[in-house]
């Protein structure tokens, strides 16, 4: 099947097989192996990436879903010299430990704060619900979206 859609703000067209998991076709067939493959049933958050602003797992997804679709990863986060204001935050916070689910935490909270970019404590928590951690507690991780969404330009009156 070929497929046509937006990749990283690259327009992509690949012929594929339409059953293809979309965790698969991001690791496989591009490279972008910053989305990780946790459960492989949509529990853990690993492999979050964001298609059409909405943070979803991957490992969900068939290659033959994102026609048209815009997809992000964490990738796309890292481009040129630096990295995102949301990646300088967790580092900051101090929300990052062994690492496997920070791509997924961050793309939710991309998500997140692209559509509320003052989001409240129980809007944060209810955006990583989906996100497991072994290491850090969430607290952290939670501190961490609030800071980028400061350092983002956003002030908070709580």
């Given at each position: 099947?070929?497929?046509?859609?937006?990749?990283?703000?690259?327009?992509?067209?690949?012929?594929?097989?339409?059953?293809k998991r979309l965790l698969d076709l991001l690791r496989e067939d591009f490279g972008l192996t910053g989305t990780k493959e946790g459960c492989g049933e949509g529990e853990c958050g690993a492999c979050t990436i964001i298609l059409d602003g909405?943070?979803?797992?991957?490992?969900?997804i068939f290659a033959g879903?994102?026609?048209?679709?815009?997809?992000?990863?964490i990738e796309y986060l890292s481009q040129g010299d630096g990295i995102h204001p949301i990646q300088q935050a967790f580092i900051d916070a101090g929300a990052v430990q062994c690492g496997f689910c920070t791509p997924g935490m961050v793309m939710s909270a991309k998500a997140l704060l692209d559509?509320?970019?003052?989001?409240?404590?129980?809007?944060?928590?209810?955006?990583?619900a989906g996100n497991l951690c072994r290491c850090t507690g969430y607290?952290?991780?939670?501190?961490?979206?609030?800071l980028a969404s400061a350092n983002m330009g956003g002030e908070r009156n709580e």
């Open positions: 099947m070929e497929l046509r859609f937006n990749l990283n703000e690259k327009d992509i067209k690949i012929e594929t097989d339409p059953g909405k943070a979803v797992n991957s490992c969900l879903q994102i026609e048209g679709s815009r997809i992000l990863t559509e509320t970019p003052l989001p409240s404590e129980e809007e944060i928590r209810n955006s990583i607290k952290k991780i939670e501190e961490a979206i609030k």
